[in-house]
């Protein structure tokens, strides 16, 4: 499956490459790279050779300095951190994600990890660079360090949410393997319950907060730039649907003691809405939220 | 024509040879040392091993005379059983060569062992050979093959899953307790029964530092009699319920006919675990713990049956991962006969050596009287100078020699060799002496 996600993604790389030649290079060298790990980390849940994942390790971690010369190029460049449209603010979601994977991965020492985030960052990387470039003078309404503040602390809990989530789904591919009495090989590869169960848990509680205060940035910076902090536009309503089902996940975590399989499966219905409210809702609905109101600049 | 050194490997193991005959040999823990005793003393060995363990009596030797070796090996093994040759020789195998040492490091990396990849036989090995180095029967050949033996083991080991998954049931249990909480750390246990496998599963579970141990029985004495066993604390057997939420991992083995611990049971038990993961290891049969606990979220039940499929499935594994490990194996054989052949020309290089050291003190007692006369540190002088110019000359042909050592060709440059130096008939002298060559 990722193989064959790394062949078409390669394809399309060429193709974008002659199609789009002002490709920054540093995102091209990211983006490489990342397909490079997002491939070592597949060999290595398959062949499970500890020199695979240190490879694709160092790979990934070299990806993600070039990704950062990228973001810190555009930043310099535009004056903010470059989200403003949908290729960028998916690239910028793959440089938090290996970024937090980075992180959690000194943490908790667990080598399969990266054969889920890898292929993941790499997979948004492939749609990022599918999406056309845009140019032009930003407007200067977006200049201002507010938004970079608010769009980091979003994007850092989103990164965080998002490794619970892959957690999660680890956890159901073991919690299966162990329920059904058929311990086949991802038995092996994946570790125990209590772990998955564990990193699920502390990404969220790491992320939660991560959201919560990139929510309220965002409703300061609307109120120095547009003089309200609530406005009912469609990402601030589903930001906050967001919230209430992170909130009770969390609560049911801490207050109930949900944990295991109930917690994990919620955390991927949560990842879901999620999901929606980064992309659905900014190309589906209107609001100044929406990247094509940003594309107007 | 000069005869091959060989490494040759006499034994029976689990497969070849009943479990009586291998009692015979291996059954006296001084049969070891006796056996070096005799092959040191035998003119045909030059260098042997001897290992013993219960499921093998193996020799292994460098001869260069491999048949009169062999005869004297099997009568040497025959002696040690205290029986006739012809009771046991169907039982053996005798190997040569790339055979013998294939053989060897398979031993070594256990996979030729009755239960594959069981870790065991390599500290078995390494005391046979501390011991051969200590009788001092181990020369150049056995030291290196034996370190090469250890190295396979360590990358078999390493680059495979051979010696992954527990193959026994009450192992099995525990690494399924590991996959589940991950460390057993601090974890709490009750045994429900007693019985041999149930106890050894306890056990296996106290190795792993579960913080209490709690044993229920129908007749309480039986329960303090046990839990005495693993400084447990004994219970009633009206306390499982109150015990139940509690507990992380439960193992029963009663001898009860009916179920002891029921769905209900554990579902009540459940809102007080707040959802904490539980684990039954249901050893009994008839079994114990209803069926339909396992369907309760969080918990888990494994009967005898389950593990039992979890372990055949780790020994088919085992089986799969050994193809890997017979590929490390067949490399590293290659790797250790292009070494041995390197050993082909160090006796022509010894005789060479030892031709030049003759002519050196020849040509010295020639010129006795004259060199006689001069000072000490003269004396010294010449000497250096004279040897050092014949190590010189010396250096090119030994240094082409060894380069050629794992060619086909090698032959003929070694018999060039002798005849450009006349070395014919040093031979047997230099074979003596084989030992310092390397």
């Known amino acids: 499956m990722v193989s064959l996600c790394l062949g078409v993604s390669i394809l399309w790389f060429r193709f974008i490459r002659v199609r789009i030649p002002m490709t920054s290079p540093w995102f091209s060298l990211a983006f490489g790279l990342y397909l490079l790990a997002a491939g070592g980390f597949t060999v290595f849940i398959i062949r499970q050779q500890k020199?695979?994942?240190?490879?694709?390790?160092?790979?990934?971690?070299?990806?993600?300095?070039?990704?950062?010369?990228?973001?810190?190029?555009?930043?310099?460049?535009?004056?903010?951190?470059?989200?403003?449209?949908?290729?960028?603010?998916?690239?910028?979601?793959?440089?938090?994600?290996?970024?937090?994977?980075?992180?959690?991965?000194?943490?908790?020492?667990?080598?399969v990890l990266g054969s889920f985030v890898a292929p993941l960052a790499a997979f948004l990387m492939i749609i990022s660079s599918a999406m056309p470039l845009t140019a032009g003078p930003v407007k200067p309404l977006f200049k201002s360090l507010w938004l970079t503040i608010h769009v980091g602390t979003v994007f850092a809990g989103d990164a965080l949410l998002t490794i619970a989530c892959l957690a999660a789904i680890m956890y159901l591919i073991q919690e299966r393997q162990i329920k059904q009495k058929r311990l086949g090989s991802m038995y092996n590869r994946l570790p125990s319950l209590a772990t998955l169960d564990h990193i699920n848990y502390y990404s969220i509680v790491y992320g939660f907060p991560f959201l919560t205060v990139g929510m309220m940035t965002g409703s300061v910076y609307a109120q120095v730039a547009l003089g309200r902090y609530w406005q009912w536009d469609p990402k601030e309503v589903w930001s906050l649907v967001l919230w209430l089902f992170y909130a009770a996940l969390l609560h049911q975590r801490l207050a109930v003691g949900w944990q295991g399989r109930r917690a994990a499966i919620m955390s991927i219905v949560c990842f879901g809405v999620l999901i929606f409210t980064f992309v659905g809702v900014s190309l589906l609905m209107g609001g100044y939220h929406s990247f094509s109101s940003m594309g107007a600049r | 024509m000069r005869t091959m050194l060989r490494i040759i490997a006499i034994g029976m193991n689990h497969e070849t040879a009943p479990v009586e005959l291998r009692e015979c040999l291996g059954g006296d823990a001084d049969n070891p040392r006796k056996a070096l005793t005799w092959m040191r003393n035998l003119e045909v060995v030059r260098e042997g091993l001897f290992l013993s363990t219960?499921?093998?009596?193996?020799?292994?030797?460098?001869?260069?005379?491999?048949?009169?070796?062999?005869?004297?090996?099997?009568?040497?093994?025959?002696?040690?059983?205290?029986?006739?040759?012809?009771?046991?020789?169907?039982?053996?195998?005798?190997?040569?060569?790339?055979?013998?040492?294939?053989?060897?490091?398979?031993?070594?990396?256990?996979?030729?062992?009755?239960?594959?990849?069981?870790?065991?036989?390599?500290?078995?090995?390494?005391?046979?050979?501390?011991?051969?180095?200590?009788?001092?029967?181990?020369?150049?050949?056995?030291?290196?093959?034996?370190?090469?033996?250890?190295?396979v083991a360590k990358r078999v080991r390493s680059e495979t899953g051979i010696c992954g998954a527990a193959v026994s049931i009450s192992y099995a249990a525990v690494e399924l307790a590991r996959k589940i909480f991950h460390v057993l750390e601090g974890k709490k246990v009750l045994l429900v029964g007693a019985g041999e496998m149930a106890e050894l599963a306890a056990r296996h579970l106290l190795a792993h530092d579960v913080s209490s141990l709690k044993v229920a029985n129908r007749t309480f004495e039986r329960a303090v009699e046990v839990a005495g066993h693993f400084k447990g604390v004994p219970v009633s057997f009206d306390e499982i319920d109150s015990e139940l939420p509690n507990v992380d991992i439960v193992i029963t083995s009663t001898a009860s006919p009916g179920y002891v611990i029921t769905r209900d049971q554990v579902k009540h038990s459940l809102r007080k675990r707040r959802n904490r993961p539980l684990f039954f290891i249901d050893i009994a049969v008839p079994r114990d713990v209803e069926p339909q606990v396992h369907d309760l979220s969080n918990v888990y039940l494994y009967d005898i049956d389950d593990l039992k499929g979890v372990v055949a499935l780790n020994l088919a594994q085992r089986k799969e991962e050994a193809v890997k490990a017979s590929r490390i194996v067949e490399e590293e054989v290659g790797k250790f006969e292009k070494w041995l052949k390197t050993l082909a020309v160090v006796p022509t290089i010894v005789s060479l050596q030892d031709k030049a050291e003759s002519i050196i003190q020849a040509e010295f007692y020639k010129s006795r009287s004259a060199l006689d006369q001069l000072a000490p540190a003269q004396h010294e002088a010449v000497e250096t100078l004279v040897r050092s110019i014949v190590e010189k000359v010396l250096n090119d042909p030994i240094v082409f020699l060894k380069e050629r050592a794992g060619r086909p060709t090698v032959n003929t440059y070694l018999d060039l060799t002798k005849r450009l130096f006349q070395l014919n008939g040093m031979e047997t002298e230099a074979r003596g002496e084989m030992e310092h060559g390397e």
């Open chain 1, 51 to 111: 020199w695979v994942f240190r490879w694709s390790y160092w790979l990934l971690v070299a990806g993600f300095l070039f990704h950062t010369m990228f973001l810190g190029y555009g930043y310099y460049q535009l004056g903010l951190a470059p989200v403003l449209d949908l290729r960028s603010a998916l690239s910028f979601f793959a440089w938090s994600l290996v970024g937090v994977y980075l992180i959690v991965q000194v943490r908790f020492k667990l080598m």
């Open chain 2, 54 to 151: 219960c499921n093998r009596v193996e020799a292994i030797f460098v001869s260069d005379e491999a048949d009169a070796a062999k005869e004297s090996v099997i009568l040497l093994m025959a002696r040690l059983g205290g029986g006739q040759t012809g009771d046991f020789l169907p039982c053996l195998y005798v190997l040569e060569d790339r055979d013998a040492v294939r053989h060897i490091f398979n031993v070594a990396s256990s996979l030729d062992s009755m239960v594959v990849g069981e870790p065991q036989i390599l500290g078995q090995i390494k005391e046979a050979y501390a011991l051969a180095t200590r009788e001092k029967t181990s020369g150049v050949i056995l030291n290196r093959l034996m370190h090469r033996a250890f190295h």
